[in-house]
């Protein structure tokens, strides 16, 4: 049905490939299903060192939209520096995937490691916002009930290499008590939708922590289930849940069609009442006030990067961007290379 509004703005988008093209593909894609503005999280700890180089790259070549940048493991550096430096180019928040199970898997990095401190320190004292996707939907510990097309991604993790969910939030929580003044946006509802009651005990304890309702589905199908009670949790929390919709550049047409029915799914899920079909699957509309929507949609967001966009600082992107290309403990591979050189030559010409 799409939206009945036309001023949302996208909380959590993705660009993978396809260097500089492919963040005008993603820009397309988000025109198409009439967003007004989105925010690209920035994934430079998923191995992709030219990540922080495609949201400078937005900034620049359509400053109405947000970057959250992101963090480097290639060496051991100094992260609340590297905050510093991104927020000088003019990044909005920053993003961390680094606790997605496959992630920590591969990086070994806790939530709560001593090494994000002054990190979470200096986000906290300028109340920089950060996305922090932690975890994953609980089925993908539970070979019973992953799904298939889950299972064939590799994000089964009940094989006992991978680090336990209860530890993942005990570690995320622990986060929470020390730096109670973070502002978090925890992704995908903290994978907490099969826990109402859980989650709810959350958020009264840690007033400061957002939720993006980014859809693994398996979200919406437990809305469902208690939809009555699921709309009093977004009336009770308007002000603290964002909209988002994972979408990025895409090039298969099945992957493009989910991604339409993915993006229908949930704004027919907030904007709606009665039965919402998507797939074989069904959830509840719970069809929330006007103004409710709008926070969710547009202000709450908003709130959480200071009304605007920050202007791209031009000259400090170049020296960033050029460091990196010389970085030899970085060590850029041959498309990293291809991808920071195309932006640099992007904004210099900019600036001639
Ligand atoms: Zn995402």
Same mark, same amino acid.
């Given at each position: =049905?799409?939206?009945?509004?036309?001023?949302?703005?996208?909380?959590?988008?993705?660009?993978?490939?396809?260097?500089?093209?492919?963040?005008?593909?993603?820009?397309?894609?988000?025109?198409?299903?009439?967003?007004?503005?989105?925010?690209?999280?920035? &994934?430079? &700890?998923?191995?992709?060192?030219?990540?922080?180089?495609?949201?400078?790259?937005?900034?620049?070549?359509?400053?109405?939209?947000?970057?959250?940048?992101?963090?480097?493991?290639?060496?051991?550096?100094?992260?609340?520096?590297?905050?510093?430096?991104?927020?000088?180019?003019?990044?909005?928040? =920053?993003? =961390?995937?680094?606790?997605?199970?496959?992630?920590?898997?591969?990086?070994?990095?806790?939530?709560?490691?001593?090494?994000?401190?002054?990190?979470?320190?200096?986000?906290?004292?300028?109340?920089?916002?950060?996305?922090?996707?932690?975890?994953?939907?609980?089925?993908?510990?539970?070979?019973?009930?992953?799904?298939?097309?889950?299972?064939?991604?590799?994000?089964?993790?009940?094989?006992?290499?991978?680090?336990?969910?209860?530890?993942?939030?005990?570690?995320?929580?622990?986060?929470?008590?020390?730096?109670?003044?973070?502002?978090?946006?925890?992704?995908?509802?903290?994978?907490?939708?099969?826990?109402?009651?859980?989650?709810?005990?959350?958020?009264?304890?840690?007033?400061?922590?957002?939720?993006?309702?980014?859809?693994?589905?398996?979200?919406?199908?437990?809305?469902?289930?208690?939809?009555?009670?699921?709309?009093?949790?977004?009336?009770?929390?308007?002000?603290?849940?964002?909209?988002?919709?994972?979408?990025?550049?895409?090039?298969?047409?099945?992957?493009?069609?989910?991604?339409?029915?993915?993006?229908?799914?949930?704004?027919?899920?907030?904007?709606?009442?009665?039965?919402?079909?998507?797939?074989?699957?069904?959830?509840?509309?719970?069809?929330?006030?006007?103004?409710?929507?709008?926070?969710?949609?547009?202000?709450?967001?908003?709130?959480?990067?200071?009304?605007?966009?920050?202007?791209?600082?031009?000259?400090?992107?170049?020296?960033?961007?050029?460091?990196?290309?010389?970085?030899?403990?970085?060590?850029?591979?041959?498309?990293?290379?291809?991808?920071?050189?195309?932006?640099?030559?992007?904004?210099?010409?900019?600036?001639?």
């Amino acid at each position: =049905m799409g939206s009945r509004f036309n001023n949302i703005i996208d909380g959590h988008v993705h660009i993978f490939g396809h260097g500089l093209e492919g963040v005008k593909d993603m820009l397309a894609y988000e025109k198409k299903q009439g967003y007004t503005a989105c925010n690209f999280l920035s &994934c430079e &700890c998923m191995g992709d060192a030219a990540q922080n180089a495609l949201g400078i790259y937005l900034k620049a070549l359509a400053p109405e939209n947000f970057a959250f940048g992101g963090l480097t493991y290639r060496y051991d550096c100094d992260f609340a520096r590297e905050l510093e430096e991104l927020r000088e180019i003019g990044f909005d928040g =920053m993003k =961390m995937v680094e606790n997605k199970p496959t992630l920590r898997k591969e990086l070994g990095v806790p939530s709560n490691d001593p090494r994000y401190d002054r990190f979470y320190e200096k986000l906290q004292e300028a109340q920089i916002p950060l996305v922090a996707h932690v975890a994953d939907p609980e089925e993908c510990w539970d070979r019973a009930l992953i799904p298939d097309w889950a299972y064939d991604a590799g994000y089964f993790y009940g094989d006992g290499t991978y680090v336990a969910k209860e530890t993942l939030y005990a570690e995320m929580e622990d986060v929470l008590c020390r730096f109670p003044g973070l502002k978090v946006i925890l992704a995908h509802l903290f994978f907490m939708s099969a826990d109402l009651e859980r989650l709810t005990d959350l958020m009264e304890r840690h007033p400061n922590v957002c939720l993006d309702i980014v859809s693994g589905t398996e979200m919406y199908w437990n809305f469902g289930k208690r939809s009555q009670e699921w709309r009093e949790f977004f009336m009770r929390y308007q002000d603290r849940i964002i909209y988002g919709t994972d979408n990025m550049n895409l090039y298969d047409a099945e992957e493009i069609q989910n991604a339409d029915i993915t993006n229908d799914l949930q704004q027919s899920f907030l904007e709606s009442s009665g039965t919402v079909f998507a797939w074989d699957k069904q959830t509840t509309g719970i069809a929330l006030p006007q103004d409710v929507l709008q926070k969710i949609y547009r202000g709450n967001f908003l709130g959480m990067v200071g009304g605007a966009p920050r202007p791209l600082n031009t000259k400090t992107a170049i020296r960033y961007l050029r460091a990196r290309l010389s970085n030899e403990k970085l060590a850029v591979t041959q498309e990293e290379r291809k991808v920071i050189e195309d932006v640099l030559a992007f904004l210099t010409e900019e600036q001639e």
